[in-house]
């Protein structure tokens, strides 16, 4: 199983941009599909975005769609979830997963139950 750290979250202005970074423990890391997920107060937990091992396919949910950039490094070990634009409804706990039953494949997994290790999380918070 795959260990994720997320760091990067925080408290901004509505308007404003974060970057979240995932720092992965294990050698498979290169060849799994990652996403980054978010669960509100009182609110199921939501697919915001994958990226594939190669990097060369991302899926986003239609709300961060031209605001949310996902990327990897590989080498680092490390995904990253670019947030720009930042909106009040964007106000979550982010969920870095590695879905390691999808591995050297360019199809983007979306539902919770595909992603089988999961960081601790860190808040976002966008204030109005």
């Known amino acids: 199983q795959v260990q994720l750290v997320e760091s990067g979250g925080g408290l901004v202005q509505a308007g404003g941009s974060l970057r979240l970074s995932c720092a992965a423990s294990?050698?498979?890391?290169?060849?799994?599909?990652m996403g980054w997920f978010r669960q509100a107060p009182g609110k199921e937990r939501e697919f915001v975005a994958a990226i594939t091992w190669s990097g060369r396919s991302t899926y986003y949910v239609d709300s961060v769609k031209g605001r949310f950039t996902i990327s990897r490094d590989n080498p680092k070990n490390t995904v990253y979830l670019q947030m720009n634009s930042l909106k009040p409804e964007d106000t979550a706990v982010y969920y870095c997963?590695?879905?390691?039953?999808?591995?050297?494949?360019?199809?983007?997994?979306?539902?919770?139950?595909?992603?089988?290790?999961w960081g601790q999380g860190t808040q976002v918070t966008v204030s109005s």
């Open positions: 294990t050698r498979t890391f290169s060849s799994c599909t």
């Open positions: 997963a590695a879905a390691s039953k999808y591995r050297y494949t360019e199809y983007t997994p979306r539902a919770v139950s595909d992603f089988g290790s």
